[in-house]
């Protein structure tokens, strides 16, 4: 709680896995680095079981499986939360901020969808939510928009906010596999997850791209209004034409503006989906497990985040660093909330329906190879609208022609029209592939 006087802070920690040991190594390892460690005391650290080996010395009793004892034990200042998952995450969240904790949290899950409800709970109990690491892992981009950009008006923040997908889809690009064999490689070094859906289907970059548009746009965002799209359905085929037409193909999590409104009437669109980048643009080139987050705006123009996206130490270092930035509030002794620390908003930002969002396509074509099927095509996409960039048919599969069209910016819901109809032409064996351009 604000106001008490300083005797040193200490923390209950719920979570001893990558995030939880690397933080406790990293707030341990005092030498060398920020004066504040020295006031910081590693209390409690809860766990679901005892008997796991663990990398760290913790002196004897520190490690409980009682985190409801943490969350409502007097003696703790800050929880940190860091095992993940929706609930019990939630509710120990909650009962620790009744219980007057300031928070700390990796959780973009949790914060994605019950953030509403935890940050509406820590205002009125006058406490903090820390959440540096739940996006971009140890790269900083949660407080620079909070506070570093907060002057800023946001016109569009667009990310790589996922490791796993990256490194396949680049893995892909390199070697000019297919996604089966490398995410399966991925599992066997460790990359990916034994169940890698939240990764590979786009949900946590959706999580991560509600928190960034929040934070952006100054409004609470609905995560079951962001659209997400994973990687499963990008082929080696796909990454081929992409590269031969000078793009590559990333999963980017994008939230834009989309009408030029005041901050708080603003229009967003808000998605995650497998996207062809021109080779010359800045995200073009995050390879690998490394993330990145475009942020523009006015005044600033164009800032680039990079850095990495997850792992025990980068992971570490972000939530540390919210930990060390509540123990100099605490310290200092406010009376009333950081307005830059703590969550201002509470209106809900419109999100727009995909079917309004205007892009570019790149669509795969597997056709009958008889004249007049590119007329075809051409003729239905000129009926709703929809005006080509370019027509490429430059291979064959089997007996099937094989047709790549990118189009000029279309209302989707203007494409898909179009896209209905021609598939349902008696010429068209199959639309493979379809993927939004930058
Ligand atoms: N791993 C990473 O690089 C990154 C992770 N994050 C986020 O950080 C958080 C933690 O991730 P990570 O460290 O990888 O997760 P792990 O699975 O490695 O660790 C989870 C920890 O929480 C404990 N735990 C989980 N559920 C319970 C429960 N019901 N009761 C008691 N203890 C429980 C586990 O206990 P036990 O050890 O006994 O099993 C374990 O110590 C997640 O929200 C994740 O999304 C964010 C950025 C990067
Ligand atoms: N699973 C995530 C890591 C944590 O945020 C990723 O692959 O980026
Ligand atoms: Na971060």
């Given at each position: 709680m604000l106001g008490a006087t300083f005797m040193g802070v200490k923390l209950g920690?719920?979570?001893?896995?990558?995030?939880?040991?690397?933080?406790?190594?990293?707030?341990?390892?005092?030498?060398?680095?920020?004066p504040l460690l020295q006031d910081i005391e590693i209390y409690r650290v809860g766990v679901r079981s005892l008997d796991k080996p663990r990398d760290v010395q913790l002196p004897e009793g520190v490690i409980t499986t009682d985190l409801e004892g943490i969350v409502n034990d007097p003696e703790i200042d800050i929880v940190v939360e860091l095992m993940g998952g929706l609930e019990p995450a939630r509710t120990l969240i909650l009962k620790a901020i009744a219980n007057g904790k300031h928070?700390?949290?990796?959780?973009?899950?949790?914060?994605?969808?019950?953030?509403?409800?935890?940050?509406?709970?820590?205002?009125?109990?006058?406490?903090?939510?820390?959440?540096?690491?739940?996006?971009?892992?140890?790269?900083?981009?949660?407080?620079?928009l909070k506070q570093s950009l907060s002057v800023n008006q946001i016109s569009a923040v667009t990310g790589i906010v996922n490791g796993t997908t990256n490194y396949i889809l680049t893995r892909m690009q390199t070697e000019g596999s297919d996604f089966a064999d490398v995410l399966a490689d991925a599992q066997k070094l460790g990359y990916a997850e034994a169940d890698p859906t939240a990764d590979v289907d786009g949900w946590d970059a959706g999580d991560k791209i509600a928190i960034l548009a929040s934070l952006g746009f100054g409004g609470r965002i609905n995560r079951e209004q962001v659209y997400c799209e994973g990687i499963r359905q990008v082929s080696k085929t796909d990454i081929a034409y992409a590269s031969k037409l000078g793009f590559v193909i990333k999963l980017l999590a994008i939230?834009?503006?989309?009408?030029?409104?005041?901050?708080?009437?603003?229009?967003?669109?808000?998605?995650?989906?497998?996207?062809?980048?021109?080779?010359?643009?800045?995200?073009?080139?995050i390879n690998g497990v490394y993330n990145a987050i475009l942020v523009e705006g006015e005044p600033i123009g164009q800032v680039m985040f990079f850095g990495p996206g997850a792992g025990e130490g980068a992971t570490a270092s972000a939530v540390s660093a919210d930990i060390l930035n509540l123990v100099a509030n605490l310290k200092t002794n406010h009376a009333h909330l950081n307005p830059t620390l703590a969550c201002r908003h509470q209106h809900y930002s419109e999100i727009a329906p995909i079917s309004e969002l205007v892009t570019r396509f790149y669509t795969r074509f597997l056709t009958e190879d008889h004249p007049g099927v590119i007329g075809q095509l051409g003729t239905c996409f000129g009926k709703h609208g929809v005006s080509l960039e370019s027509v490429v048919q430059t291979g064959f599969h089997g007996q099937l022609a094989e047709i790549v069209v990118v189009t000029h910016d279309v209302r989707e819901g203007d494409f898909r029209q179009a896209l209905a109809e021609i598939a349902a032409m008696p010429a068209i064996n199959s639309i493979p592939s379809i993927f939004r351009v930058l």
């Amino acid at each position: 709680m604000l106001g008490a006087t300083f005797m040193g802070v200490k923390l209950g920690i719920l979570g001893l896995g990558t995030v939880g040991t690397g933080t406790v190594k990293l707030l341990q390892d005092k030498n060398g680095r920020h004066p504040l460690l020295q006031d910081i005391e590693i209390y409690r650290v809860g766990v679901r079981s005892l008997d796991k080996p663990r990398d760290v010395q913790l002196p004897e009793g520190v490690i409980t499986t009682d985190l409801e004892g943490i969350v409502n034990d007097p003696e703790i200042d800050i929880v940190v939360e860091l095992m993940g998952g929706l609930e019990p995450a939630r509710t120990l969240i909650l009962k620790a901020i009744a219980n007057g904790k300031h928070i700390v949290t990796a959780n973009k899950a949790a914060i994605s969808r019950f953030g509403a409800e935890i940050f509406t709970a820590a205002n009125q109990a006058g406490v903090y939510v820390m959440l540096e690491a739940s996006v971009g892992g140890g790269i900083p981009v949660i407080q620079p928009l909070k506070q570093s950009l907060s002057v800023n008006q946001i016109s569009a923040v667009t990310g790589i906010v996922n490791g796993t997908t990256n490194y396949i889809l680049t893995r892909m690009q390199t070697e000019g596999s297919d996604f089966a064999d490398v995410l399966a490689d991925a599992q066997k070094l460790g990359y990916a997850e034994a169940d890698p859906t939240a990764d590979v289907d786009g949900w946590d970059a959706g999580d991560k791209i509600a928190i960034l548009a929040s934070l952006g746009f100054g409004g609470r965002i609905n995560r079951e209004q962001v659209y997400c799209e994973g990687i499963r359905q990008v082929s080696k085929t796909d990454i081929a034409y992409a590269s031969k037409l000078g793009f590559v193909i990333k999963l980017l999590a994008i939230a834009q503006n989309v009408k030029n409104g005041h901050r708080d009437n603003s229009l967003l669109s808000v998605r995650v989906h497998p996207t062809l980048v021109p080779q010359t643009h800045p995200l073009a080139s995050i390879n690998g497990v490394y993330n990145a987050i475009l942020v523009e705006g006015e005044p600033i123009g164009q800032v680039m985040f990079f850095g990495p996206g997850a792992g025990e130490g980068a992971t570490a270092s972000a939530v540390s660093a919210d930990i060390l930035n509540l123990v100099a509030n605490l310290k200092t002794n406010h009376a009333h909330l950081n307005p830059t620390l703590a969550c201002r908003h509470q209106h809900y930002s419109e999100i727009a329906p995909i079917s309004e969002l205007v892009t570019r396509f790149y669509t795969r074509f597997l056709t009958e190879d008889h004249p007049g099927v590119i007329g075809q095509l051409g003729t239905c996409f000129g009926k709703h609208g929809v005006s080509l960039e370019s027509v490429v048919q430059t291979g064959f599969h089997g007996q099937l022609a094989e047709i790549v069209v990118v189009t000029h910016d279309v209302r989707e819901g203007d494409f898909r029209q179009a896209l209905a109809e021609i598939a349902a032409m008696p010429a068209i064996n199959s639309i493979p592939s379809i993927f939004r351009v930058l």
